[in-house]
T-cell receptor, first 112, second 117 residues
């Protein structure tokens, strides 16, 4: 079993829809949770960074962490074609510059 | 802020040659940098962790003599693929960690596409 599970998609939604992206994990030691967006042939771009359980909002993006269920989500409101990309969840334990564990990424396509 | 650059963005080389990829943190100092490899439509695979002034720590299965890493300063790490072969063709991405140790965040470079003929 992988430490982090993420549906690879592809997920296709119409412009303006609310998108829900999710990851589950098995290691209860993970404390820091991130979402990265990666466009084709580019490096990942950090979107959201959260610590422990709770919600964090930044513009059209909301990140949720439920440590009791070992489940994290990224919501995108009013999705745009420019949101079409692969979204990677990542997480890490507390420690000095410890490694990130990534999900496989979900490919999102927002259509006109 | 938190910009990471990589050079070159793309390189094509003949089998048997060595290729060096540079990773720079442009507006912050990074005591730790990471090197990843990514295959098409796959997630990132961590190759090694590079700390300034010390030897890199390689992940299991990564040949340290083949993938030489040098973290010479707080803003520069290099990955050298020695005696490259076609199976080394891949997308190589670096990241640099910044922030309070223990709570730091990785910022990624744009990646380098290596093609070995």
């Amino acid at each position: 079993q992988k430490e982090v599970e993420q549906d690879p998609g592809p997920l296709s939604v119409p412009e303006g829809a609310i998108v829900s992206l999710n990851c589950t994990y098995s290691n209860s030691a993970f404390q820091y949770f991130m979402w990265y967006r990666q466009y084709s042939r580019k490096g990942p771009e950090l979107l959201m960074y959260t610590y422990s359980s709770g919600n964090k909002e930044d513009g059209r993006f909301t990140a949720q962490v439920d440590k009791s269920s070992k489940y994290i989500s990224l919501f995108i409101r009013d999705s745009q074609p420019s949101d079409s990309a692969t979204y990677l969840c990542a997480m890490r334990r507390t420690g000095t510059a410890s490694k990130l564990t990534f999900g496989t990424g979900t490919r999102l396509q927002v259509t006109l | 802020g938190a910009v990471v650059s990589q050079h070159p963005s793309r390189v094509i080389c003949k089998s048997g040659t060595s290729v060096k990829i540079e990773c720079r943190s442009l507006d912050f100092q990074a005591t730790t940098m990471f090197w990843y490899r990514q295959f098409p439509k796959k997630s990132l695979m961590l190759m090694a962790t590079s700390n300034e002034g010390s030897k890199a720590t390689y992940e299991q299965g990564v040949e340290k003599d083949k993938f030489l890493i040098n973290h010479a300063s707080l803003t520069l790490s290099t990955l050298t693929v020695t005696s490259a072969h076609p199976e080394d063709s891949s997308f190589y991405i670096c990241s640099a960690a910044t922030g309070t140790p223990g709570r730091d965040t990785q910022y990624f470079g744009p990646g380098t596409r290596l093609t070995v003929l």
